[in-house]
């Protein structure tokens, strides 16, 4: 069958191509996707990549239409998360316990999440129901959030604050929430556009404890008018420069987790690993592949423990990408989140 996606490089250069998807060979899946968010990852290769074009779209909400003879986990009208990295269950690290740490994964072939039908592996694959496919196209991101929050290791009543109030930030701390957080603070660019105004009227309406503008206000000084000493837990979701003021507000002995990526230079900061020692600050990465939390991400979707709807404000079609991207970029509408339908 014939399959039309999107593919995007460097200055909103963003094509539809069309390609040929084979009858699913004994361990593949053909899936039709109903719902692909837009990941930051997107909108990096649509801004910055300067090579060939890439495929667009990873967070993929889909349907089983055809399976391979092997495949017994799904079947056809089967509502399904595809997972963009999947564990391979069978190298070392996978049979130690920690397919965290698997490098021989699954992956989606080179082919856009942002389309209108993907052949994958059976294990990229989570069934899901009672959920319906726009807020699932979640369930990645939040995946990612939801790893964050349990690497920080959140002591129960305590302290955190996530740097960042994108999409993956505001998840973070929502789920810090649910973790037993008693105080969950967050911050964020100042709300001069649509786009980082509606972030931070997210942040008031999901009820976080404080929420900063960085720039218009002191994040140390705000931070230590009510915790003198610092917070327990630092997520960083933001450019890694923002984990100066993690080290900041960071309290004797607390975690600072961070997933927050930049490219050309701004990836490097200076450190004073002494005040690490001393302080016995414990500085921890988050990066969710491969996949792990897929089916907690989705059970708190199932169980509206994350609204989902809060947090997609928009969704388009093929016609409307390159306008929405752009928007996404500029910060000139009011978007928190926007997801692809290709039926649209
Ligand atoms: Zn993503
Ligand atoms: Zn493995």
Redesign the pocket.
């Known amino acids: 069958m014939e399959s039309k996606g999107l593919y995007g490089k460097k200055y909103l250069d963003i094509q539809e191509r069309k390609r040929e998807i084979a009858s699913p060979d004994e361990n593949h899946v053909i899936v039709k996707v109903h719902a692909c968010?837009v990941?930051?990852?997107d909108i990096n290769f649509v801004k910055d990549w300067e090579e060939d074009f890439m495929p667009l779209g990873?967070?993929i909400a889909a349907e089983v239409i055809e399976t391979g003879k092997n495949v017994k986990n799904v079947k056809a009208g089967d509502s399904v998360i595809v997972e963009d990295c999947t564990m391979c269950g069978v190298c070392r690290d996978c049979k130690s316990g920690h397919p965290e740490f698997c490098r021989n994964m699954y992956n989606m072939e080179d082919q856009p999440g942002m389309g209108q039908y993907l052949s994958v592996n059976f294990n990229c694959l989570n069934r899901f129901d009672g959920i319906d496919y726009v807020s699932a196209s979640l369930t990645?991101?939040l995946a990612?959030s939801l790893t964050s929050v349990l690497n920080a290791e959140i002591p129960l009543g305590g302290s955190v604050i996530v740097l960042g109030p994108g999409p993956l930030g505001l998840m973070s701390a929502k789920v810090a929430r649910l973790q037993g957080a008693g105080f969950v603070g967050i911050t964020g660019l100042p709300g001069d556009n649509p786009r980082e105004k509606a972030r931070l009227d997210l942040a008031e309406k999901w009820g976080f404890d404080l929420v900063l503008e960085t720039g218009k206000n002191d994040i140390e000084g705000e931070v230590k008018k009510i915790f003198p000493d610092g917070v327990d837990r630092v997520i960083v979701s933001s450019p890694p420069e923002s984990l100066y003021d993690a080290f900041k507000i960071i309290h004797f002995g607390g975690i600072i987790t961070f997933y927050g990526l930049h490219f050309g230079g701004k990836n490097v900061i200076r450190a004073d690993i002494n005040d690490m020692i001393f302080r016995k600050i414990t500085l921890k990465p988050t990066f969710a592949e491969p996949a792990i939390n897929f089916p907690v991400a989705i059970n708190l979707l199932k169980e509206g423990l994350l609204p989902a709807g809060d947090i997609i404000t928009h969704t388009f079609g093929f016609g409307e990408a390159r306008e929405t991207m752009e928007a996404v970029i500029e910060g000139s509408q009011p978007i928190v989140k926007a997801v692809m339908l290709p039926g649209k």
């Open positions: 968010g990941c930051g990852t990873h967070e990645e991101p990612v």
